[in-house]
């Protein structure tokens, strides 16, 4: 356990209402692979952006958990992949343009670490310094800087890496499957 991250960040309210917005998540399979591939073209930039066999690995590894949001359509709203060892990485999270500042990125989040399995105890991930609505999202979810990688991504930004403790925050507790 890191000792400088928050011991009991608080259960953030999910401001999304499954039932009044329509959202719901799910599993991500291999139908949903060009779904994602729109979400990396309009989310990330091209130096950072992954081919769909790397979303292709995340879907069929069997240590990943992938998630979506869809909206009625359905369309994808957004995904979440997590890897989990003895602890869970979050490697990707991508919302759609058209559906964002709508909580679905707390939701994708709060739902994943509801689902990881009890032997995890920390969440953790790496977000690029300039990359400021994604460090606000994830110090509002209680995650604390512990460290960077100076000068990881192009142009020389650096990887900051945040960890947080897993500890049930959903207010619904742990599912499995
Ligand atoms: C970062 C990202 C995933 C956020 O998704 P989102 O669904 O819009 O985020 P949420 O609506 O759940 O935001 C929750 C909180 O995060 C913060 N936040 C999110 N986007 C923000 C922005 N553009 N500016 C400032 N704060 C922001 C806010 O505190 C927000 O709460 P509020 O809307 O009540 O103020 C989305 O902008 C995205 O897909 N970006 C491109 C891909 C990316 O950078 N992924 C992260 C890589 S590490």
């Known amino acids: 356990m890191n000792p400088s991250a928050p011991t009991n960040p608080g259960v953030l309210p999910n ?3 499954p039932q009044r917005t329509g959202l719901a998540t799910r599993a991500v399979g291999p139908n949903d692979l060009p779904a994602l591939m729109d979400l990396e073209l309009t989310g990330f930039p091209a130096a950072q952006r992954w081919s769909e066999r790397a979303w292709s690995e995340e879907v069929d590894g069997e240590d990943r958990l992938v998630r979506l949001a869809e909206a009625t359509g359905p369309s994808v709203a957004g995904v979440i992949a997590i890897r989990i060892s003895d602890v ?3 490697n990707r999270i991508v919302v759609d343009v058209d559906h964002r500042r709508q909580g679905i990125a707390q939701l994708l989040i709060n739902e994943a670490a509801g689902r990881l399995p ?3 105890d920390e969440l953790w991930l790496e977000v690029a310094a300039d990359n400021l609505p994604a460090r606000k ?12 990688r100076r000068g990881y991504y192009p142009g020389g930004i650096d990887a900051v890496i945040m960890n947080r403790p897993v500890c049930d925050r959903t207010g619904t507790g742990r599912e499995h499957g």
């Open 15 to 17: 401001p999304v209402d």
């Open 88 to 90: 869970a990485e979050l």
């Open 118 to 120: 009890d032997t995890v």
């Open 137 to 148: 999202l994830y110090a509002g979810l209680g995650f604390s800087e512990i460290g960077r």
